[in-house]
């Protein structure tokens, strides 16, 4: 090791030595020359803390402590002094304005700094602080994230960052700090901060009064100025003993290869206690073992070390056999050798070693844990939803602008109003009265809207009313417009999603144009809309009468979810030549007159057509959500995930939007997904990658419709097109050493209510239509005998008046007391159980 660490070695045995020597006496502990003599004397070089006070037979908690702190200021060449002001010269020192209650830091003559004596209130405090003075300009405070990155931006290619939180200046990590700071000084650079903000900003799962952290900046190597310094936290407490063990395994190479026998290896790593871990290689696969390795070394760095060991060695041709050995710092122990089947099981494999357990002697398979049944998930599940309840429990909802409706002013209200939304819940059961919060934000924010009005219905106390309207499950939204039409809302339940729905749902789709000026103003946005985003303009001519009448399906299947229109009159031939589109064609204009797209439409039924609209819905580079996720899981195309704890860059998002072009749009989705919005990212991470997470931002493909394999994209390089679509390339040949490979098992949600995928964008389901004057409820009519692409279920009234009709129709069953179950979904394919 380096001279600067030895060293460091040599002042930690001395400082153990002097903990077991005897204490010097108070005549040993203070020099008190004159102070003029004194400096004429010492050389420009020697640092003296120095304290003036009036009487010398008084004391205090700081001469106390100033008293014990000689001998450890001393090992770093630190004289100390009290002067008594009676005492010779003093060079304006003993004025009575507060002078004396501060201690003054000397380099030769020159004075460096004033210490408040309050701040002096240790020995740990004293001897950091002056520490601190004097190394002002190798140890760097640094405030806020932006200072933290500057500062690495500066380092890189050059040296590495010694990074610390504490929680106080003067604390005893602060000592411990500013001792490693003397020591290595001349090696590494240091930086300190005392703001949680900043830990929480690189760390979130940080606690609110987080304990003191040191992280290893590896900015030497990260020559490129894309590339970020890779960040590793030490999990030891922050400890002389500890840095300088930690500092010592940071210094060692990230992976070493030997031809010789594992047994007489010895390491660093091994010196310290830690294990070491060797991969076996052979000359046909060392680059991809080496990857491999180095991927490993970064996982265990400062846990274990990693060795890539040739199979050719002398005298080693058993070891065909395995591919993973491990050898522990324990005298006698046989290096064990292992068949091991991804890179997890090296870490748990270290992780089990640390926690003092056997290793084993051949690979055991896993066993599949089981539950006793769904009930205990259920019983998880209904903790979770109840404890968000009783949180809230003292916050009395503000119901004043969400109309309370009975079996007798249900119909009334429906017939007196142009456009009624209605939750269906049970006041008994949680998750109603979760969404009931949602729902009172969707009344504030459709106040004063005109022609809509929110209503609610207890089916605890109305269970016949529930029952005539189809409420199968708690909660349920519907929308009832004039005439009859309802809609049954099957989204996300959160505030913005439900608005949407409310108002795109009052406009019956797809509006039919007569005139080529009301097609100009639809696609330029002059046209009034309910609410903004993309509009769907279907354009006909008078053949394709198949295709219009499935385009007219679609988007009454669609409607609370897109606005659509249609043209098919004689100018339909013009005006395709005008947008320069064939027909029969489908117009995308998004809002404030962004570019125009179209799709030619080449299949015929209302189901092809409405996930032709779907799919052309989609961001083409979307940032990944709980909402969103499955209708971009669907594509069942292989995900280039960039994970950000953030805010994408300029730069990185330029690049990504490179790889989402039309030309790669067909082989991968191009996405990203930002933890501090998604917090489910870091558990996607951690089964990926395990603990603790990777460096961010961090590309990785996962494709869990094929093989399941997870790759990450090599750190060393910059991400930019070039590169990842080379590294594509590899993963792809099979040149690339997956992460980790997800389950070719299927799996299903651990509830009914967990399956989002059916829950969100169910897989085209049947347009079913309710007649309200049926005499079977269940009576079901599938239009066109296809089934339209919806999450909505439309129910037609016919045009009497709805109070009469109520009256007419059949009870149906109790639903008091009745547990409420959402219905059977089907069987998905093989899924990502995080995602």
Known sequence: MSSPQTEGWVLLFSLLLRCMSPASTEEDAFLEPKLQEYFRSSAASKASLVYFRRDASSADVFVEQLENSVEALRDYGISVLKVTCHQGETLGYCREDGSMRKAYLFKGHVLLRELPTDALFSVDAIVANVLFALLFNEVKYVATLEDLQNLEDGLRGQSDLVFAYVQAVGTAEHRVLMEAAFVYGSLLRFALTTEVKLLKSIRDEESEVPASKLFFCHCKMAADPAQPCRRTLMEQPLTTLNVHKFLKLMGEPLVMEIMA?????????????????????????????????????????????????????????????????????????????????????????????????????????????????????????????????????????????????????????????????????????????????????????????????????????????????????????????KGGRSLTYSGMWGTEEVVRFIKLSRTPGPVRLTTPGEVEEYLTGKAPSPSPGVSILGLFDSSRHDAKEAFLEAGAALNGYVTTAIYSGEDAAVLARKYKVPLPALLLAGPENTKRSFIQISKQSAQDMAELIQHALLDPFPEITVGNLPEYFQLRKPLLILFSRGALSQTEEGEMRLLAREENHEAFLACWLNLKNTPVGRGILKAYFGTPLPPLPLLVWVDPHSGGQVFAFPSGQSITETNVLAWIEKLESGLEVPSTTLSNEDWKPRLPAYDFLSRMAPPLPEFTIYSWQSSNREEEVALSGEKAASEVREDPVEDSKVADLEKELPTGGDLRGTAPRLAAREKQAKRHTEL
């Open 261 to 481: 026998d594992p047994e007489k290896v010895s390491t660093a790593h091994l010196q310290l206690g830690l294990p070491l871990i060797f991969i076996l290689t052979q000359k046909e696969t060392l680059e991809a073992d080496r990857r491999t390795a180095e991927f490993v070394a970064w996982r265990l760095l400062g846990k274990a070390g990693v060795v890539l060991l040739s199979r050719g060695t002398a005298g080693l041709d058993f070891l065909l056999r395995y591919n993973v050995a491990i050898k522990t710092a324990a005298e006698g122990v046989p290096v064990k050798y292992l068949v091991l089947k991804d890179t997890d099981d090296i870490l748990a494999l270290v992780e089990n070693v640390k926690q003092g357990e056997p290793i084993p002697e051949e690979e055991e398979e896993e066993e599949e844990e089981k539950e006793d049944g769904e009930s205990y998930e259920q019983e998880i599940q209904d903790d979770e939803v109840v404890e968000s309840i009783i949180r809230d429990r003292k916050h009395e909802l503000p119901l004043q602008h969400i109309q309370t409706l009975t079996e007798e002013s249900f119909g009334p209200a429906l017939a007196n109003s142009g456009s009624v939304v209605v939750l269906f819940y049970a006041s008994w059961e949680a998750v109603s009265l979760v969404v009931m919060q949602s729902y009172v934000e969707v009344a504030a924010r459709l106040e004063g809207t005109p022609g809509i009005s929110l209503a609610r219905v207890d089916c605890w106390d109305w269970p016949h009313l529930c029952s005539r309207q189809n409420v199968t499950q708690f909660p349920t939204i519907k929308t009832y417009e």
